[in-house]
Structures are given as structure tokens and as C-alpha cells.
């Protein structure tokens, strides 16, 4: 018996190819890798937004103006000018001994930016260059670790503030700290005004309700690479952000 179809042609529908079959999964597997690239991009850019929007609540740039903190940091000639230090402050954060803070300086009507190094309550006196501290309760100055400062900017007879290089400006006695007030000082000794000087401040103190900011370790550290980064955009700090100024 003849099973043949006798030439005539089926009208169900034939299985594909094992080829073709194959050709369709691998195109679809295709465009479900091409899909998840482009999801993890998404995430990875929104990840960075938000970042972004956390970071900026939480910090504030600067441009450092003048050169009071020198070494530490460096500022430009003027706030219109090239060659300071972008970096970062907190608003929200309390400074501990030796951060560096930005305050308003009522006196000048502008922002500052110096070293914490006394509290209220604490007393300070500078022989010789010398930073000496006795912390409120204590009984005795311990000369402080001012690792920070370099000899070349604090020497006697150099500049506008060599009279500072003894504070009290007799080298003897010392100053105690107002309640609720920094005692400020800039790292450049010789060319700083700063809590030495009566006529900022009360007497020389800096009440904290006039803290704009502290400026983290970590803002500090990597100062280089927040400054190559605002240098190569051309950033503006303007606005929100806090531009430094120091008069002497």
C-alpha cells in the first residue's frame, strides 16, 4: 500500500529548522543583553543623581581667596582671579579642635576662613611662635602639635602680623577665650588677621553663632582633585556656594 501523498502538499504549517530556531533565540538573547545594559546604565546615572542631590544638601563649595592659610591651602590673589583651592564645607556639622571653619567676620562683612584651635573658656597664649593652649578645667599650657604650619610662615619680623608672633604681644600672660567663641588662627601666621587681632570679632573671638561652615579632612586630603575638577568645567561658586575672603 501506498502511504505517499502522491505529490500533493500539506496544509499544516511545517516545524522550523533547528537552524532557524536557533538564529531566533540568539537574536532574542541579543536583545535581552542589549536591554540590560542599557538598565544597568540607567541605574548606575541615577544612582549618581542621587548622590548628587545627597551631596549637595550636605556640602557646600568654596573658593579660597588670599593667602592666610597657606600652606594648607591656597588661595587666588582675588576672587575674580585663577589659582585658589576649591574644596568643601558643612553646614550642619560642630567643630572640634584644630578643623578648619569658615565664619563671618561682621567687622569685614565677608566670610573667612581659619583654624579652630581654643573654645570658650579655654586659654591661649603664643611664645616665640609657639601655640600654647590650657583647655578649660586644666591647670597647665601644653604647647600645641601645629604640624600644619610651616617655619617659613612664621617668623619674627615678617609682614603685617609680626607682631603676633608673641600673643599676648608682650609674651607674657594669656588670653581666655570668650563663652560660646572660637579663638581663630590662619596657618600663615605672618599674614593672617585673625583672633589676635582686637579689632575682629569680641575681643578677638569668634561667637559661633557667626559658623558658616566646617570644612571636612577628607575636603583637605583631596583638595587637588576637587580644584582640577572645578578648574577643568570652569565652574562657578557662585550663589549657594561661600566665596573666601581675607583682608589683612
Given at each position: 500500500?501506498?502511504?505517499?501523498?502522491?505529490?500533493?502538499?500539506?496544509?499544516?504549517?511545517?516545524?522550523?529548522?533547528?537552524?532557524?530556531?536557533?538564529?531566533?533565540?540568539?537574536?532574542?538573547?541579543?536583545?535581552?543583553?542589549?536591554?540590560?545594559?542599557?538598565?544597568?546604565?540607567?541605574v548606575?546615572?541615577?544612582?549618581?543623581?542621587?548622590?548628587?542631590?545627597?551631596?549637595?544638601?550636605?556640602?557646600?563649595?568654596?573658593?579660597?581667596?588670599?593667602?592666610?592659610?597657606?600652606?594648607?591651602?591656597?588661595?587666588?590673589?582675588?576672587?575674580?582671579?585663577?589659582?585658589?583651592?576649591?574644596?568643601?564645607?558643612?553646614?550642619?556639622?560642630?567643630?572640634?579642635?584644630?578643623?578648619?571653619?569658615?565664619?563671618?567676620?561682621?567687622?569685614?562683612?565677608t566670610?573667612?576662613?581659619?583654624?579652630?584651635?581654643?573654645?570658650?573658656?579655654?586659654?591661649?597664649?603664643?611664645?616665640?611662635?609657639?601655640?600654647?593652649?590650657?583647655?578649660?578645667?586644666?591647670?597647665?599650657?601644653?604647647?600645641v602639635?601645629?604640624?600644619?604650619?610651616?617655619?617659613?610662615?612664621?617668623?619674627?619680623?615678617?609682614?603685617?602680623?609680626?607682631?603676633?608672633?608673641?600673643?599676648?604681644?608682650?609674651?607674657?600672660?594669656?588670653?581666655?577665650v570668650?563663652?560660646?567663641?572660637?579663638?581663630?588662627?590662619?596657618?600663615n601666621?605672618?599674614?593672617?588677621?585673625?583672633?589676635?587681632?582686637?579689632?575682629?570679632?569680641?575681643?578677638?573671638?569668634?561667637?559661633?553663632?557667626?559658623?558658616?561652615?566646617?570644612?571636612?579632612?577628607?575636603?583637605?586630603?583631596?583638595?587637588?582633585?576637587?580644584?582640577?575638577?572645578?578648574?577643568?568645567?570652569?565652574?562657578?561658586?557662585?550663589?549657594?556656594?561661600?566665596?573666601?575672603?581675607?583682608?589683612?
Amino acid at each position: 500500500m501506498d502511504f505517499s501523498d502522491s505529490g500533493k502538499t500539506s496544509n499544516e504549517p511545517q516545524p522550523e529548522s533547528l537552524s532557524s530556531v536557533g538564529n531566533c533565540l540568539y537574536g532574542k538573547r541579543r536583545l535581552n543583553a542589549g536591554s540590560i545594559v542599557l538598565n544597568v546604565i540607567l541605574v548606575i546615572i541615577g544612582f549618581l543623581i542621587v548622590c548628587e542631590i545627597i551631596f549637595n544638601s550636605m556640602y557646600t563649595g568654596l573658593y579660597v581667596v588670599h593667602g592666610s592659610m597657606t600652606p594648607t591651602l591656597t588661595g587666588a590673589p582675588s576672587v575674580n582671579e585663577a589659582g585658589g583651592d576649591y574644596i568643601y564645607i558643612n553646614e550642619r556639622a560642630t567643630p572640634a579642635y584644630g578643623d578648619i571653619v569658615v565664619v563671618f567676620d561682621q567687622k569685614k562683612n565677608t566670610n573667612i576662613i581659619k583654624r579652630v584651635v581654643a573654645f570658650g573658656g579655654d586659654s591661649v597664649k603664643i611664645v616665640e611662635g609657639k601655640l600654647f593652649l590650657k583647655k578649660s578645667g586644666q591647670a597647665e599650657f601644653l604647647q600645641v602639635d601645629e604640624s600644619y604650619v610651616s617655619p617659613l610662615y612664621n617668623v619674627e619680623g615678617v609682614n603685617v602680623n609680626a607682631l603676633y608672633y608673641n600673643y599676648p604681644a608682650d609674651g607674657s600672660g594669656e588670653h581666655v577665650v570668650a563663652a560660646n567663641s572660637y579663638f581663630l588662627l590662619g596657618d600663615n601666621r605672618n599674614d593672617s588677621s585673625d583672633s589676635r587681632d582686637s579689632d575682629n570679632g569680641e575681643n578677638g573671638d569668634y561667637h559661633k553663632k557667626f559658623l558658616v561652615g566646617v570644612v571636612p579632612w577628607w575636603s583637605v586630603k583631596f583638595k587637588h582633585v576637587s580644584t582640577a575638577w572645578h578648574t577643568f568645567f570652569n565652574f562657578t561658586l557662585r550663589g549657594k556656594s561661600a566665596i573666601i575672603t581675607e583682608e589683612l
